[in-house]
């Protein structure tokens, strides 16, 4: 597996825990935008700290997108760790 497959998996499996803990219940599309899954700007400073915690990645809650996909939003933070 190379560093950019790990490291997307990585960070979908974040995703995927953070919206679980929004209780965002099931299967989720990665399609979906991060609105219509109840994201909201507090749950991006919740996010944005989890990033910083478990990867060291500093993105600042006001440069995501709430009408992002989960997709968008994977690719974003696997983009900000590139360019580190």
Same mark, same amino acid.
């Given at each position: ?17 953070? =919206?679980?803990?929004?209780?965002? /219940?099931?299967?989720?599309? &990665?399609?979906?935008?991060? =609105?219509?899954?109840?994201?909201? &700007?507090? $749950?991006?400073?919740?996010? $944005? ?8 990645? /500093? ?6 997108? =709430?009408?992002?996909?989960? &997709? ?13």
């Amino acid at each position: 597996m190379d560093a950019d497959t790990y490291t997307r998996e990585k960070i979908e499996e974040l995703v995927g825990a953070w =919206l679980r803990e929004l209780e965002v /219940e099931g299967p989720v599309d &990665s399609e979906a935008l991060l =609105l219509d899954l109840g994201v909201d &700007s507090l $749950s991006v400073v919740d996010f $944005s700290q989890l990033l910083r915690r478990e990867l060291g990645v /500093e993105i600042k809650a006001a440069e995501f997108d =709430l009408y992002a996909t989960v &997709s968008e939003t994977v690719t974003k933070v696997c983009e900000q760790i590139r360019a580190r």
